[in-house]
């Protein structure tokens, strides 16, 4: 009799990997194991847990602490590759699937977080450690104390009923949150724009036009068809010369997530609710509080501070730059016409516009000459194509990262896989994430992925970037790198598992190489002749790139303090709140940004950070963390730019040490100094007589 080989037996989502670095087997995987592998790997953990809680012997760091951070292995591989797929390829089986294991996944984690004889046991070795009855490295100390921490935070040391009721607010925000994101998903798709007037696309590209017909020929339909992002301003509204259309575009924008069958309003407010109170069965008075206790900003107080400083500057500059659209006229401008007013008088001002731009700006020279050029130089990294390897879709790639500095040869860093094109199963926006994380402990090394939404071009025809799309692609590397150069033990602590706030600031520091003139020079070259790209038209980039700050920092901090003010309420004022847009105004009034023309980056109802995301009462933390970015920009211009050893001290103080460290004595240890808020006034134009005094530098600390 012929046995069955090992690989023949082996589950393509419970088992390791056999493939190199652990990648998934996606051939493999089929939609239908997807539900069943969850809920094993769910049991199997709980029986994990059990034994740690039923040892005879007296709790110890190996026995406890590092067993717990042992433990779900098999869970976490399955929902890595579950969630890793569910993000870029969203299929109707994949969202069943995550509307039934969501609440499943949430009541398995509040059993395992809330239960208090694990409590105890973590407890005691915490007590000891601080007893100093034990002697630990550092980072297995941050290990006790960060296992505690989250115990804690999670309502472990609550009693019985106490821990029923979080178990229930977590079961049910679990639902609440995947369905908003399911609504928005449906909402976003069913609001495209559609065209049947090729008139009415005066100002778009013939590439462009052609982008949106193949989207309408996709999606069964006649003509062209706009699909929209994330975002309230749609990017194509600065492109479009009919102002019907752009009024239809803002108003499909606005109108995502309140769509029939598809409204988000009841489920904001219940979320909202149910926050509001499992922070007061936490003993805390919101959920910001919550949130903020273990971020570097410390309080509500001190992120909500950081952007009211910045209000009136902000909001003067953006009401000058609206006069200066309109000719110094005092009406008001409509938010679906801002956009396109703008980049006409950027254009007629600086002569820089898209069409100029972009043929400078091929995705494949911007990722080789640009993006991977500019992490070689910095970390001594080396990039390969693995073409024998499968991604998730046929059209993502995966790329081995070596780092022949500190290894042997041919001995790799990591797999990093690009998926930079949309599709209709495609959430929106730009995002990275991870197959398989860093973990010494593990010996694992990391899988990591960059997302993107660009459109894709005609066939034979080349992917040509806006600016903006460059900056992204930089940005999200900056992420990946975070992951790839993880050297910890503890995978809690791998890569991006750093507080929201701080996990920005190597991905925002990372663009700046995006617009460095010696990496200009190396990767900005026309598509047709080759020719670089002209220190004229750098300039003018750069002039333009501050045209139109005032607005845009308007915009943001309307999304931010929205965030803060829905996770600041009480559960008595959240219960008093029953019209989302009502709350959205008296907001933005109180905070002075109801500025005639701007909308908020998002609005509640399509707000996918804070309620189907990982930001919520964090939106914040792009800002805060551009003030770390900015303060560090300066400082790589300092130090001679792109050079290994600014680089190799980004890498030893922050990128290599994840979430194992104090954040601000680390980036202090690198930068040399204390961060300063001074860089980002200066980069964004804000007169820094009217800004406050509210900075990083003051903060708590997580």
Same mark, same amino acid.
């Given at each position: 009799?012929?046995?069955?080989?090992?690989?023949?037996?082996?589950?393509?989502?419970?088992?390791?990997?056999?493939?190199?670095?652990?990648?998934?087997?996606?051939?493999?995987?089929?939609?239908?194991?997807?539900?069943?592998?969850?809920?094993?790997?769910?049991?199997?953990?709980?029986?994990?847990?059990?034994?740690?809680?039923?040892?005879?012997?007296?709790?110890?760091?190996?026995?406890?602490?590092?067993?717990?951070?042992?433990?779900?292995?098999?869970?976490?591989?399955?929902?890595?590759?579950?969630?890793?797929?569910?993000?870029?390829?969203?299929?109707?089986?994949?969202?069943?699937?995550?509307?039934?294991?969501?609440?499943?996944?949430?009541?398995?984690?509040?059993?395992?977080?809330?239960?208090?004889?694990?409590?105890?046991?973590?407890?005691?070795?915490?007590?000891?450690?601080?007893?100093?009855?034990?002697?630990?490295? *550092?980072?297995?100390?941050?290990?006790?104390?960060?296992?505690?921490?989250?115990?804690?935070?999670?309502?472990?040391?609550?009693?019985?009923?106490?821990?029923?009721?979080?178990?229930?607010? $977590?079961?049910?925000?679990?639902?609440?949150?995947?369905?908003?994101?399911?609504?928005?998903?449906?909402?976003?798709?069913?609001?495209?724009?559609?065209?049947?007037?090729?008139?009415?696309?005066?100002?778009?590209?013939?590439?462009?036009?052609?982008?949106?017909?193949?989207?309408?020929?996709?999606?069964?339909?006649?003509?062209?068809?706009?699909?929209?992002?994330?975002?309230?301003?749609?990017?194509?509204?600065?492109?479009?010369?009919?102002?019907?259309?752009?009024?239809?575009?803002?108003?499909?924008?606005?109108?995502?997530?309140?769509?029939?069958?598809?409204?988000?309003?009841?489920?904001?407010?219940?979320?909202?609710?149910?926050?509001?109170?499992?922070?007061?069965?936490?003993?805390?008075?919101?959920?910001?509080?919550?949130?903020?206790? &273990?971020?570097?900003?410390?309080?509500?107080?001190?992120?909500?501070?950081?952007?009211?400083?910045?209000?009136?500057?902000?909001?003067?500059?953006?009401?000058?730059?609206?006069?200066?659209?309109?000719?110094?006229?005092?009406?008001?401008? !409509?938010?679906?016409?801002?956009?396109?007013?703008?980049?006409?008088?950027?254009?007629?001002?600086?002569?820089?516009? $898209?069409?100029?731009?972009?043929?400078?700006?091929?995705?494949? /020279?911007?990722? /080789?000459?640009?993006?991977?050029?500019?992490?070689?130089?910095?970390?001594?990294?080396?990039?390969?194509?693995?073409?024998?390897?499968?991604?998730?879709?046929?059209?993502?790639?995966?790329?081995?990262?070596?780092? *022949?500095?500190?290894?042997?040869?041919?001995?790799?860093?990591?797999?990093?896989?690009?998926?930079?094109?949309?599709?209709?199963?495609? /959430?929106?926006?730009?995002?990275?994430?991870?197959?398989? *994380?860093?973990?010494?402990?593990? $010996?694992? /090394?990391?899988?990591?992925? !960059?997302? @993107?939404?660009?459109?894709?071009?005609?066939?034979?025809?080349?992917?040509?970037?806006?600016?903006?799309?460059?900056?992204?692609?930089?940005?999200?590397?900056?992420?990946?790198?975070?992951?790839?150069?993880?050297?910890?033990?503890?995978?809690?602590?791998?890569?991006?598992?750093?507080?929201?706030?701080?996990?920005?600031?190597?991905?925002?520091?990372?663009?700046?190489?995006?617009?460095?003139?010696? @990496?200009?020079?190396?990767?900005?070259?026309?598509?047709?002749?080759?020719?670089?790209?002209?220190?004229?038209?750098?300039?003018?980039?750069?002039?333009?790139?501050?045209?139109?700050?005032?607005?845009?920092?308007?915009?943001?901090?309307?999304?931010?303090?929205?965030?803060?003010?829905?996770?600041?309420?009480?559960?008595?004022?959240?219960?008093?709140?029953?019209?989302?847009?009502?709350?959205?105004?008296?907001?933005?009034?109180?905070?002075?940004?109801?500025?005639?023309?701007?909308?908020?980056?998002?609005?509640?109802?399509?707000?996918?950070?804070?309620?189907?995301?990982?930001?919520?009462?964090?939106?914040?933390?792009?800002?805060?963390?551009?003030?770390?970015?900015? $303060?560090?920009?300066?400082?790589? &211009?300092?130090?001679?730019?792109?050079?290994?050893?600014?680089?190799?001290?980004?890498?030893?103080?922050?990128?290599?040490?994840?979430?194992?460290?104090?954040?601000?004595?680390?980036?202090?240890?690198?930068?040399?100094?204390?961060?300063?808020?001074?860089?980002?006034?200066?980069?964004?134009?804000?007169?820094?007589?009217?800004?406050?005094?509210?900075?990083?530098?003051?903060?708590?600390?997580?």
């Amino acid at each position: 009799m012929t046995l069955p080989s090992p690989e023949a037996s082996r589950h393509p989502l419970l088992d390791e990997s056999p493939l190199p670095y652990g990648l998934p087997d996606f051939a493999a995987i089929r939609e239908e194991d997807l539900e069943p592998a969850i809920r094993t790997a769910i049991d199997d953990h709980a029986a994990e847990v059990a034994a740690i809680v039923a040892n005879p012997e007296p709790a110890t760091v190996d026995n406890t602490v590092v067993a717990l951070e042992r433990s779900g292995l098999a869970l976490n591989r399955v929902l890595s590759v579950f969630y890793g797929l569910l993000g870029p390829d969203a299929t109707k089986a994949r969202l069943d699937v995550d509307r039934v294991v969501s609440p499943l996944l949430a009541a398995h984690h509040s059993a395992v977080m809330t239960n208090p004889v694990l409590f105890g046991r973590v407890d005691a070795v915490l007590s000891a450690l601080e007893a100093g009855e034990l002697e630990v490295d *550092d980072e297995t100390e941050r290990l006790v104390r960060r296992h505690h921490r989250d115990l804690l935070r999670a309502g472990a040391a609550l009693d019985d009923a106490g821990r029923a009721r979080l178990t229930a607010i $977590d079961t049910r925000l679990a639902e609440l949150t995947t369905e908003f994101g399911e609504n928005l998903l449906a909402s976003t798709t069913e609001m495209a724009v559609p065209v049947s007037d090729e008139a009415e696309l005066a100002g778009l590209s013939e590439s462009m036009r052609s982008t949106l017909a193949a989207v309408a020929a996709e999606s069964g339909r006649e003509g062209w068809l706009i699909p929209l992002g994330l975002p309230t301003v749609q990017p194509i509204s600065a492109l479009l010369d009919d102002a019907g259309l752009r009024h239809r575009v803002m108003e499909a924008s606005l109108g995502r997530g309140a769509t029939p069958g598809h409204d988000n309003t009841p489920v904001v407010l219940e979320i909202v609710r149910l926050r509001a109170e499992r922070a007061r069965l936490l003993g805390l008075g919101c959920h910001a509080e919550h949130v903020l206790a &273990v971020e570097t900003a410390g309080s509500p107080e001190a992120a909500r501070g950081l952007l009211l400083d910045v209000v009136d500057a902000a909001v003067t500059n953006a009401r000058n730059e609206a006069k200066d659209l309109l000719g110094g006229d005092d009406r008001e401008l !409509n938010p679906a016409d801002w956009a396109w007013a703008s980049e006409r008088l950027r254009a007629e001002r600086f002569q820089v516009d $898209d069409a100029t731009v972009r043929p400078y700006f091929e995705l494949e /020279r911007v990722l /080789r000459d640009g993006v991977m050029h500019a992490a070689s130089e910095l970390y001594g990294l080396r990039f390969a194509e693995r073409n024998d390897l499968r991604g998730f879709l046929p059209d993502v790639r995966v790329i081995e990262v070596f780092d *022949d500095e500190r290894a042997e040869p041919d001995a790799g860093v990591g797999l990093l896989l690009l998926d930079y094109y949309a599709r209709p199963t495609k /959430r929106g926006g730009a995002w990275m994430s991870s197959f398989r *994380d860093q973990s010494r402990l593990l $010996d694992s /090394r990391p899988v990591v992925v !960059n997302v @993107m939404n660009l459109a894709r071009p005609a066939a034979g025809q080349p992917t040509l970037l806006t600016m903006d799309e460059v900056t992204t692609m930089f940005h999200e590397f900056g992420h990946a790198l975070h992951g790839l150069l993880s050297d910890v033990e503890y995978p809690v602590f791998s890569g991006t598992s750093v507080p929201r706030d701080f996990v920005e600031f190597p991905s925002q520091v990372n663009e700046m190489w995006a617009r460095r003139p010696e @990496m200009l020079a190396h990767y900005a070259r026309h598509v047709e002749t080759g020719a670089p790209i002209v220190e004229d038209l750098v300039e003018r980039m750069r002039e333009a790139e501050r045209f139109g700050e005032g607005q845009a920092t308007v915009e943001y901090l309307g999304a931010a303090l929205l965030d803060l003010a829905w996770h600041s309420l009480s559960p008595e004022e959240a219960d008093a709140v029953t019209d989302v847009d009502e709350f959205e105004a008296r907001v933005l009034a109180e905070a002075g940004l109801d500025v005639p023309g701007i909308e908020p980056r998002y609005r509640s109802r399509y707000f996918q950070h804070i309620f189907a995301g990982g930001y919520s009462a964090a939106y914040y933390s792009y800002f805060w963390a551009e003030v770390l970015d900015a $303060d560090a920009t300066e400082w790589f &211009v300092e130090s001679g730019g792109l050079t290994r050893s600014s680089g190799e001290r980004m890498r030893r103080e922050v990128l290599s040490r994840g979430g194992a460290i104090d954040f601000l004595d680390a980036y202090r240890r690198m930068r040399g100094s204390e961060p300063s808020t001074a860089a980002l006034l200066r980069r964004r134009g804000l007169d820094s007589s009217v800004v406050g005094g509210h900075g990083v530098a003051t903060a708590g600390r997580s």
